[in-house]
């Protein structure tokens, strides 16, 4: 299966003061984690976040990152930019991307091609909303976004992109898929990168759940056979809890 990665989100959280402390809290806590273990910070905090994690297991990951390699896109950070600094990974089409600031399919895809051609690895967003769900097309509406967002990506280009199926209702609401419906959907995922690419690509996929996973419901979900990690939201804020995610990432 694919290979375990647990990734914290930080969202619009921590000045770069505040996000040194954190880090350098879940450094020893973090250092003989088992799989790959990311901060996902904000912009501004990226540089300390590459200093402060220098020569550990630890990798840093932007939160965004524009399609278009430079231009008159204000506000905007181009994945040309991301991997000069030593960012090695990027968030792309978080459902609050998609829900807040006008993400489709089809920018997710020209934002993951950018990332790929700057040499970055992507961290690939995908899920449903709870009327999606209600109707029983979370299949469906998973299977769509990933096949548009991995538009014209290579098998061998596939990598260096990790999926991360969060279903939109479990987000920051404190419900959380039951550990059946994690697994079920991330297998899903999997069949859709078989029919795309082949059964070994699928299979080398790391494909996470993001969803109120935390410090008490971690193991139950990691245990699943097709949930490969965890994105991780409010409990990476936190490092004791952070660290009994990555500790339940065997």
């Given amino acids: 299966m694919g290979k375990y990665v647990i990734a914290g989100n930080w ?3 921590k000045t770069p003061s505040e996000a040194k402390a954190l880090i350098e809290e879940i450094k020893p806590l973090v250092k003989d984690a088992t799989c790959d ?10 540089q300390v976040a590459l200093e402060a994690t220098a020569g550990t297991n630890i990798g840093v990951a932007a939160q965004n990152c524009h399609w278009a390699k430079s231009g008159a896109f204000t506000a905007e950070i181009s994945a040309e930019m991301l991997k000069e600094m030593g960012v090695g990974y990027v968030i792309i089409g978080h459902s609050e991307r998609r829900q807040y600031f ?4 089809v920018t997710v895809n020209q934002r993951v091609r950018a990332a790929l051609d700057a040499g970055l690895t992507v961290i690939l967003c995908v899920g449903e909303y709870l009327e999606q769900r209600e109707q029983g097309i979370t299949a469906e509406v998973c299977a769509m976004q990933t096949k548009i967002a991995l538009q014209g990506v290579s098998a061998d280009e596939m990598s260096r ?4 199926y969060e279903p939109v209702w479990a987000i920051g ?7 059946e419906q ?14 795309l690419y082949n059964d070994a690509v ?5 494909i996470q759940y993001g969803g109120s996973m935390n410090a008490g419901n971690a193991a139950e979900l990691l245990a699943q056979s097709d949930v490969d990690g965890g994105l991780i939201g409010g409990a990476s804020l936190k490092a004791p809890d952070f660290a009994t ?3 339940a990432a065997k």
């Fill in 245 to 247: 995610i990555v500790a």
């Fill in 11 to 13: 969202k619009m959280n």
């Fill in 182 to 195: 994690a697994n079920e959907v991330c297998a899903d995922i999997r069949k859709v990168i078989a029919a």
């Fill in 161 to 164: 992109i990790i999926i991360a």
């Fill in 202 to 206: 699928a299979a080398a996929t790391t």
């Fill in 173 to 179: 609401t404190g419900r959380t898929a039951t550990a």
């Fill in 102 to 105: 006008g993400e489709t399919d």
């Fill in 37 to 46: 273990v990311i901060v996902g910070v904000p912009f501004v905090d990226l």
